[in-house]
């Protein structure tokens, strides 16, 4: 059970460029998050998903886009970055939603120059 | 607006002496607390949760108190030890209204010195 996988665990892109950021789970979960972590501050989150198909905004969700094609798999995608999205960027995924125990990826440091 | 603040940004204690952290929240729909733990370069990982209906939870060294008419909840962790070195991070949530957002203070970073 490898739990939350994220790829990559570190990047660095240019003012305008692209990139999605992957994220998998295998343990079954409905619910899934990403996150991203500024330094000194604590979690914003940003797109959620209840189920495969299903998606919804967080509290800081401009510049991002995301999808659910499976229960699996829920790829956070970057268009046009911008320096203010230079962070640390978790996926989480949890059974029951809500206050349930989530389980984190091990993060992504993300820099654009 | 912080619904959720852990006012300190860090605190240093010495091995074996009692970590006090601290957690106040402002949303009064608030009933469930959790907090998670957090070593450089990982993913937090769950420690301990509350529910309103209690005041107290214990789980080995760690105990997490809950004053819902003060809406400030504290971890303690005794003895504290030094791989408890770590950020905790509070994090609250609404069980009733439907949301399926845990809302995150922004961490404290606990240094336990041998």
């Known amino acids: 059970n490898a739990g939350v996988t994220q790829t990559p665990k570190f990047r660095i892109l240019k003012i305008g460029q692209s990139m999605t950021l992957q994220c998998t789970q295998d343990?079954?979960?409905?619910?899934m998050y990403w996150y991203r972590q500024d330094p000194g501050m604590g979690l914003k989150l940003i797109y959620y998903?209840?189920?495969?198909?299903?998606?919804d905004k967080g509290e800081v969700p401009n510049g991002y886009n995301v999808s659910r094609s499976t229960t699996e798999d829920f790829p956070l995608r970057l268009e046009l970055a911008a320096p203010s999205q230079t962070s640390v960027y978790f996926c989480?995924?949890?059974?029951?939603?809500?206050?349930?125990?989530?389980?984190f990826g091990p993060g992504t440091r993300l820099t654009v120059l | 607006d912080q619904q959720v603040k852990q006012n300190s940004p860090s605190l240093s204690v010495q091995e074996g002496r009692i970590s006090i952290l601290n957690c106040d929240y402002t949303?009064?729909?608030?009933?469930?607390f959790l907090w998670y733990k957090k070593y450089p370069a990982e993913g937090p990982t769950f420690l301990i949760s509350?529910?309103?209906?209690?005041d107290k939870n214990e789980d080995g060294r760690f105990t997490v108190f809950l004053n819902k008419s003060a809406k400030h909840l504290s971890l303690h962790i005794v003895p504290s030890q030094p791989g408890d070195s770590a950020v905790y991070f509070c994090?609250?949530?609404?069980?009733?209204?439907?949301?399926?957002?845990?809302?995150f203070g922004k961490g404290t970073k606990l240094t336990v010195n041998p």
């Open positions: 989480a995924s949890t059974l029951a939603g809500g206050g349930d125990t989530q389980y």
């Open positions: 343990m079954n979960h409905n619910y």
């Open positions: 998903s209840v189920g495969a198909g299903i998606t």
């Open positions: 949303n009064s729909m608030f009933d469930y």
């Open positions: 509350i529910s309103s209906i209690k």
């Open positions: 994090a609250a949530y609404p069980t009733q209204g439907g949301s399926e957002k845990l809302v």
